[in-house]
């Protein structure tokens, strides 16, 4: 790496490290310096993205927006998300990145979206501190099964990532995955495993792709298996549910979850992440118990302070106060090399502690969505 960008990864390094334990919706005293931290970090990162790559330096120019004229990391064009699949966004060298991660390409086969790491400190140093807060936040360590692939079977895929670096970094010996290249999740491996679980009375978490949860819950109403996973035990899912071959609700999934498995929503975390950013955003209904803390909205997430959401009206992209709908833009430290601020196809509103989520934007809602991408269309012809 350049020694620019050697200097930009220590600046976000020192960032995450500083502020892991930072809780920005708790009123902590360090809530205010991490905020002014974030900003003047958020517009070096603009800046040194604004230089070294073409396609997001005219796409900003076309909204008339530079690091001459942008005061707050508010002020920061939003890259649509659609970039990463037409344009090559990358400081570095692509030819030089440690990993580059992939989209799935469901929606597009034909276009997978790509985002480049030079290295993978920050992304890892992004993946702990937020997994421990809202996931185990009352424990150390915990016995892991997984049902998705792992890194070695998938380098493109960043969940892939980031279930090795969860088993490696909070999971007890005893912790395994069962997927395989060649038979995918031996679901009836993973059934005898829990009822073991139950049987001796251990808890586990339980991680996986929200749908490879539907494909085990198959397989217990067809063979009609009721497990009772022992107390403590939680169930970790994501990517949602839209897009399969059939569609399940979220309600329908947690309603089997505990039907089969013995787990209550409760405890369940729900992760939303994407290919695009380099962190994640969490249920934090856990931390909340663990802290004894009033209950907010049930699916509330939250994140480390590293990465902040503006929820903006999908007509003008304009910020919408809290309790309103819009659609979400990202702004994401740890997305240093790429694109530090994204805006997604996403629904949501803020509450006073965090995000929630509302599905996908729908047809015309998105008519603010469709101008920027015409933008950075016609911006990147040029």
């Known amino acids: ?49 604004f230089k070294h790559i073409p396609a997001y330096r005219k796409y900003c120019q076309a909204r008339r927006k530079s690091p001459l004229t942008v005061r707050s990391w508010t002020e920061i064009p939003p890259l649509p998300i659609q970039a990463f699949k ?26 997978r979206g790509k985002n480049y790491h030079p290295t993978l400190e920050v ?33 493109n895929s960043s969940l892939s990532r980031y279930l090795s670096r969860s088993v490696e970094l909070f999971g007890e010996p005893d912790s395994r995955l069962f997927f395989s290249p060649e ?26 792709a929200t749908f490879a949860f539907v494909h085990l819950l198959d397989a217990c109403e067809e063979q009609g298996i009721h497990i009772r996973l022992p107390e403590g035990s939680r169930l970790f899912d994501t990517g949602g549910l839209k897009g399969q071959a059939r569609e399940v609700t979220p309600e329908e999934l947690y309603a089997h979850i505990e039907r089969h498995l013995g ?46 959401t503006l929820v903006l009206d999908p007509d003008t992209l304009k910020p919408v106060a809290d309790g309103e709908p819009g659609v979400l833009a990202h702004f994401d430290l740890a997305n240093w090399n790429s694109s530090l601020a994204i805006l997604t ?13 509302l599905g996908r934007i729908q047809g015309s809602e998105a008519r603010g969505c469709s101008i920027a991408v015409d933008q950075l269309m016609n911006a990147s012809r040029k």
């Open 345 to 357: 196809e996403d629904l949501g509103y803020r509450t006073e502690r965090g995000l929630v989520l």
């Open 1 to 49: 790496m350049r020694t620019e960008s050697r200097e930009l990864v220590e600046h976000v390094l020192a960032y995450i490290d500083r502020y892991k334990e930072t809780d920005m919706a708790g009123g902590a005293p360090e809530a205010l310096e991490a905020d002014a931290g974030f900003n003047r970090l958020a517009l070096e990162v603009f800046a040194y993205q």
């Open 123 to 155: 992304w890892d140093a992004s993946m702990a501190p937020p997994f421990k807060r809202y996931v185990l936040p009352d424990r150390e360590r915990m016995t892991i099964f997984v049902l998705s692939p792992a890194e070695d079977v998938n380098r």
């Open 183 to 208: 038979r995918g999740i031996d679901l009836q491996e993973v059934l005898a495993a829990l009822q073991r679980r139950e049987a001796e009375g251990r808890p586990v978490l339980l991680m996986g």
């Open 86 to 111: 037409e344009l090559t966004l990358s400081c570095e060298p692509v030819e030089e990145a440690q990993a580059v991660f992939m989209t799935s390409g469901t929606t597009q086969a034909d276009k």
């Open 263 to 308: 787990v209550k929503r409760e405890d369940c975390v729900n992760m939303y992440g994407m290919t695009e950013l380099s962190s994640q955003l969490y249920d934090r209904h856990i931390r909340s118990r663990s802290l004894q803390e009033k209950p907010g909205h049930e699916h509330e997430k939250a994140g480390g302070p590293w990465i902040r």
